[in-house]
């Protein structure tokens, strides 16, 4: 069985950052699995404007044959690929200069990707060391019919719909008419990758020492994934406007019901208080090889919305050696956990609150931590209507 399972590729944005040579040499060694996957990818890339789409749409449906270092490398690309990981990937070219030629048009994700086809285990330390701040935010809907009606893959006619209905929403926003979705299905789940434009945007830049202006549209993409077994969409999206757009527009274009998605109350953090420590367990949970109580912010009655918060690197540990409790009044409103998958150097640490919205830098790992909390009664069956 492929590694692949810890390491899957899902942030396609990732290959636009890195330059096409850098991806044709990586890719090379791997253009015979492109191939049996109906793609040369290195004739593609030798074009001006290369599918990127469909290069992420191979890397994303990963299976058995899928060589065990191509998502990998790219899970760990995208992990180092910021000015804080080009800081560290520099400083280890200042004391070993043969490790590669840096350019000075190189991006963090460039920096990264040819660190990995060098020396790939002091990338893996990198990513591990570094302390990024980057999240990615997820808000759960689910659809209250019974029974929930069998999942069919949309047809190419109706993706065109679905795009053209965003289209329509981008354009009103100014962030430009186009969207690009594709659709593709790992395991259980459904995953819709959304490629739009945000608002134009102005920057000063150098060129070749002078100062000039530059006019572009930034590229952004979004993801929708939809459970078929529990009839729940998750939506990581940056704009409130967006989530709405995604809830309201795959309910109409998928189901033929624009309230499909009715259902918006999603977690239930009681289980901490009313399970104790065994609310945390995880050995049911083959990805996962600890996991540890980090913060709970309980609100407090009275004027002035008092909040008390507890923290600590393993809660329920701490509480139990000094013979304390979690409060017994007041409501519990968001819940850290540190959750240590297998094969990674540190633990991620995983956010929920009691509406419907949870936070975490491992999008790899959703479908693994949805299990984990649905398992340890987080994740309630049924939930509130709208917003």
């Known amino acids: 069985m492929s590694t692949l399972n810890f390491r899957q590729f899902s942030k396609p944005e990732v290959l636009q950052q890195i330059d096409k040579k850098h991806l044709i040499d990586f890719f090379e060694p791997h253009a015979e699995y492109f191939l049996g996957r109906g793609l040369d990818v290195l004739a593609e890339l030798g074009r001006k404007e290369p599918d990127y789409a469909e290069i992420c749409r191979i890397l994303i449906t990963s299976d058995d044959a899928t060589p065990d270092d191509l998502a990998e490398a790219l899970y760990y690309v995208n992990d180092v690929a ?48 570094l ?14 019919r019974k029974p929930i009606p069998e999942f069919q893959k949309p047809s190419e006619e109706i993706i065109g719909e679905l795009e053209s209905t965003l289209d329509d929403w981008f354009f009103q926003k100014l962030k430009g008419r186009y969207s690009k979705v594709i659709c593709t299905l790992r395991d259980d789940y459904v995953w819709f990758m959304i490629r739009h434009g945000k608002r134009y945007s102005r920057a000063a830049i150098i060129d070749d020492g002078d100062s000039k202006s530059y006019h572009f549209r930034p590229e952004k993409h979004d993801v929708v994934v939809y459970n078929p077994a529990n009839g729940e969409l998750r939506i990581n999206a940056e704009a409130k406007g967006e989530i709405c757009l995604y809830r309201s527009a795959f309910g109409s274009h998928i189901f033929g019901d624009s309230q499909f998605f009715d259902l918006s109350k999603q977690f239930n953090l009681d289980p901490i208080r009313t399970e104790g420590e065994d609310s945390v367990r995880f050995e049911d949970i083959d990805e996962f090889e600890d996991v540890k109580l980090r913060e709970v912010h309980v609100a407090l009655d009275g004027p002035f919305n008092d909040v008390e918060v507890l923290k600590s690197d393993d809660l329920f540990t701490s509480m139990r050696h000094s013979g304390q409790t979690l409060p017994t009044e007041g409501a519990i409103t968001q819940i850290k956990f540190g959750v240590k998958f297998k094969h990674e150097a540190r633990p991620k640490v995983v956010k929920i609150t009691n509406a419907n919205r949870a936070e975490y830098k491992c999008n790899e790992h959703a479908e693994a931590i949805e299990c984990w909390l649905n398992n340890r009664g987080f994740i309630v069956t049924g939930g509130d209507s709208g917003e």
């Not at 200069?97 to 060098?118: G, H, R, Y």
């Not at 302390?131 to 209250?144: G, N």
């Open 82 to 129: 910021s000015d804080d990981g080009a800081e560290v990937i520099l400083d280890y070219l200042d004391r070993e200069p043969d490790l590669f030629i840096a350019e000075q048009n190189s991006t963090p994700a460039d920096l990264a990707l040819q660190l990995w086809m060098v020396r790939p285990k002091l990338l893996k330390r990198i990513s591990g060391n």
């Open 131 to 144: 302390l990024s701040v980057s999240k990615r935010s997820y808000d759960y809907f689910k659809t209250s």
